[in-house]
């Protein structure tokens, strides 16, 4: 039963519990707020300026909190209302600066706008400015806290969604105001620069600074489109104002984000017009690379291409695809491979990052992604998160997992050698040693079993393998996984009852998982774990990795893979190769390609000497630079595709000019399998172009014919080849985009996997052994080296390290380590050394922290001058071919 | 708590020691911030920036969450407390026959405001509402002494006397 109500007239019937504003809101009447957020569950009733008039009450109560009740008769605009918004409206500009002809903030001021509607022009309690200083230490955000209302959103939202507490209000009465750590400025705070109370401030308190004195909300033209850093999918407008890209702000429609972004999305953009960025194509004469026109540059590389394929076959070249471009242009760049170069040697650097991946869930599952999304993470009553640093890796993911923990009571387990921020939110943090997961899980599993909490129903009903399994997993007591994982056997028993007596859990892994030579071995122990407890195929549950770049997921979909075309679908089956041939009307190879690292292999050794590199950085990315960076050197035809001359491109013979995301119109599918569309907002830059429509030139060039008018219609082709693609059609993505699998145009998405049956049928448990690491510390050696991302920087530093923002906050490359090992050897916080192993040495500052665990070195890899990769390992997984960039011994030495 | 008289003798490696050994004991009970600052304050005297550090790591919080509660009550305090306190009376009495310009003037002299100390800690200042001593109007107290008719010419001669 509805209350039934009346307001300014006219009557409603709203359930119970409503509050006035929405009540209001449902009957298309306006309330003007400063303070409340309903969407967000932030409803202070502090501004008051949302007041109203309730007949029978003597007070005007405040209608973001107060409820209606039955009967209700509420007048939101009478004069007793008006004239109280007034007074407050006055209090408020006593100390406002009324400056709104030059602030950032007019046209889009909550305070401004109320006085216009208000009809205010001075304040009747005359002036007392605050006279604060701004603060302005930071590159990210000015806070002029002279405008600043107090409403308290910026507070609520940096401790309650973001859960930095950075900011908090501080002092009181008329001295109130917004301190940020010890009230020394955001800098010295502990704040990650994510903006987003810059999103929520009603006023011009919280400013985008670079953006500043670049134009006004209403001289801006938005775009709606999906952030290309992580894999995430996050959504935002683009500010166009003179065909430039000014500024990103929050798009509250975004499905998976919402208003929420992280530094790098919202900050981190500039790089997009760079005044280094390549605007026209380069080749390689004398040696030296120099300008080219686009018709001589095409013409060289078919040239080109066409003789090495004729002198040495199709399998002599190869394509690193990249999953930093769309949908349509993977798929483009496969189809180029196979159609027309005729080889299936065709990677991208998921090959580095997930590959074991998305062998491990196939194999077990029967498909290779995230089996649930991400708002169903906030929901899980237990989350297992290893190998994922994700506050710093997957920003707005983390935000998720701090909700279930904090907000629904979900109990966190931290599997990770390092102290990672969320191990502060874990009930039990699990540390073991780098490269020992699998006795880790086998330990797990072991207590499960004995202690009889498997799901025997679902291990009966939905898998097989099930005993092979567990005469494996019963070796593995808590005592002996101790032994090998140093987790100490009483965490291990907890964890797994924690875990396997949750009515759902959810496992997210990334990278700590994935990059190792035993990776799918250690994916294949995820899949057990979840079988073993039944906690697969229901909502909030699953095995879930977090893929690192904003398309990896889509790579991989689109087939830019040696083994698969688009939508996984088998080179070596003949009926779907058949399929393949009849649409592109050409032959097809049978034989499967090489990988990213093969390839670079097979370059070294004079078997490959043709490559396309489309916006990947090899020369950066791949284990073991120094033989990576020969291989390519050695490589007699080189082609690079990128925004800026990136370490691969300083080696290429010709050099095309790509686009940034905001150049372009295409589809890029999220770690939870969502493919959402991007949007062009800006003309390309000089002369560069659109990958799809390098590809398209170059492909008529070599005398196939391969014309589209729009993405679109490349995503028309993706539809009728690629089953799980089936249904995903351009006006269908307009809003929310589709999750796959999505097979015909009628049907809805799929939120989460595996939910009657697994996609191969069974689950199939695999036993799996516990098998060191390829590379283990020993005296000469004597540390384990770990590498990862850290949140202000984004794969080899590419584009964030030409984000000015970025640059200053993090500018070079730290080496982190334990006290205890610092204290040995004699190193101070800061001191620049050399760290070596058996493949190469680098300098760089020490950064000494409880985060890494004794014994255990940790870098980022996004710093060309300290490039991480010259020293790790490029030891392959046998089954996925994924390097071990996790483990590798490295020594220290100090510079004299 | 054990005996907390004569702080001054102990060092300050000392006082984070009884300071880390509090917060252990209180660091999982809800709502325990405030005590945890109160027991700083009595160890330290007051509470600078290190030692809000100190306690917001010590209970696993950010230094925003503790400033924020040390700058909200007037309890606790950020500068150390000078050899001397100066109290002002603002007291109605002491307002009307004009204790404001004698607050103006020592803070012109001492170079400090309200809650601060000299940089030398010979004087904190500080302010009530009424001492209880308005037939001498305008008061102000300077430790345990009442130094009632003030006048701004005065307080020279009578800052000597406390050295």
Known sequence: ???????????????????????????????????????????????????????????????CVYPVRDGMVIHTNSQRVKEARRMVLELLLSNHPLDCMTCEKSGDCALENLAYELGVKESRFGRREKRLPLDESNPFIVRDLNKCVLCGRCVEICNEIQQTHAINTGYRSSKSKIIAGLDEGLKYSDCVFCGQCVAVCPVGALIDKAAQGKGRSWEFRKVHTICNYCGCGCGFDLNIKDKKVVKVTSNSESVVNGINLCVKGRFGNDYIHRDDRLTTPFIRK?????????????????????????????????????????????????????????TNNVDHCARLC??????????????????????????????????????????IIALEIKKAVTKNGAKLIVADPREIELAKYATVWLRQKPGTDVALFNGLMNVIINEGLEDKKFIQERTE???????????????????????????????????????????????????????????????????????????????????????????????????VYSGYQAVTDSQVREKFSQAWNV??????????????????????????????????????????REAL?????????????????????????????????????????????????????????????????????????????????????????????????????????LQWPCPNSNHPGTKYLHQEKFTRGKGKFFPVEFKEAAELPDQEYPFIFTTGRVLYHFHTGTVTRRSRGLC??????????????????????????????????????TQITEKSGKGVIFMSFHFYEAAANLLTNAALDPVSKIPEYKVCAVKLQKIN | MGCLCNQQEISEEEKYKQLKEFIAEN????????????????????????????????????????????TFYSYFKTSPAGRHHITVCLGTACYVRGSKKILDALEDKLGIKVGETTPDRRFSMGVQRCLGACGLAPVIMIDEDVHGRMTAKKLDKILDQYK
């Open chain 1, 1 to 63: 039963m509805g209350l039934k109500i009346k307001i300014d007239n006219i009557p409603l019937e709203v359930p119970e519990g409503t509050t006035i504003l929405n009540a209001a809101k449902k009957a298309g009447i306006y309330i003007p707020t400063l303070c409340a957020m309903p969407e967000l569950g932030f409803t202070p009733g502090s501004c008051r300026v949302c007041v109203v008039e309730v007949e029978g009450l003597t007070n005007l109560p405040a209608s």
């Open chain 1, 286 to 342: 004398n040696g030296k690379l120099e300008p080219a026109t686009w018709e001589e540059a095409l013409q060289l590389i078919s040239d080109k291409f066409k003789k090495i394929k004729e002198e040495s076959g199709s399998d002599s070249l190869a394509v690193l695809s990249s999953a930093k471009c769309t949908n349509e242009e993977n798929f483009l760049l496969m189809k180029f491979a196979r159609a027309i170069l005729g």
């Open chain 1, 354 to 395: 997930h590959s074991s991946t998305v062998a491990g869930l196939a194999s077990a599952f029967g498909s290779g992604a995230m089996t649930n999304s991400i708002k169903e993470i906030a929901n899980a009553s237990v989350i297992y998160l290893t190998g994922s640093n994700t506050t710093e890796n997957h920003p």
């Open chain 1, 465 to 563: 393998d099930y005993e092979k399994m567990k005469k494996v997993v019963l070796k593995y007591t808590p005592e002996i996984a101790e032994k090998i994982t140093g987790v100490p056997a009483e965490d291990i028993r907890k964890a797994a009852r924690i875990y396997a007596t949750a009515p759902c859990a959810s496992i997210i892994y990334s990278m700590g998982i994935t990059q190792h030579t035993t990776g799918t071995d250690n994916v294949l122990s995820t899949a057990n774990l979840a079988m073993l407890t039944g906690n697969v195929g229901k909502e909030s549950t699953g095995v879930n990795p977090l893929r690192g770049q904003s398309n990896v997921q889509g790579a991989c979909d689109m087939g830019a893979l040696p083994n």
């Open chain 1, 587 to 628: 032959e097809l190879p049978d034989r499967i390609g090489l990988t990213v690292v093969e390839i670079l292999n097979a370059a070294y050794e004079g078997k490959i000497r043709g490559i396309f590199v489309m916006a990947e950085n090899p020369a950066m990315s791949d284990p073991d630079l120094n033989h990576a």
């Open chain 1, 633 to 737: 050197k050695k490589t007699e035809f080189l082609v690079v595709s990128d925004m800026f001359m990136t370490e691969t491109g300083e080696l290429a013979d010709v050099i095309l000019p790509g686009v940034s995301f905001a150049e372009k119109d295409g589809t890029i599918t999220n770690t939870e399998r969502r493919v959402q569309r991007i949007r062009k907002a800006i003309e390309p830059i000089g002369e560069a172009k659109p990958e799809w429509k390098i590809i398209c030139a170059l492909a008529q060039k070599m005398g196939y014919p391969m014309q589209y008018n729009s993405p679109a219609e490349i995503m028309e082709e993706i539809a009728n080849l690629t089953p799980i693609y089936g249904g995903i059609l351009y006006p269908r993505l307009e809003k929310e985009g």
């Open chain 1, 808 to 845: 200053e906050i993090y500018p070079e490359a730290l080496v982190e380590i334990n006290p205890q090992d610092a204290e040995e050897l004699n190193i101070q916080d800061g001191e620049v050394i050399e760290v070596s192993s058996r493949r190469g040495k680098i300098r760089a500052k």
């Open chain 2, 27 to 70: 660091r999982e009970k809800k709502g325990y911030l405030i005590p945890v600052l109160h027991m700083a304050q009595v160890i330290f005297g007051y509470l600078p920036d290190e030692v809000q550090a100190f306690v917001a790591r010590g209970m696993n919080i950010s230094t925003s969450q503790v400033k924020g509660v040390v």
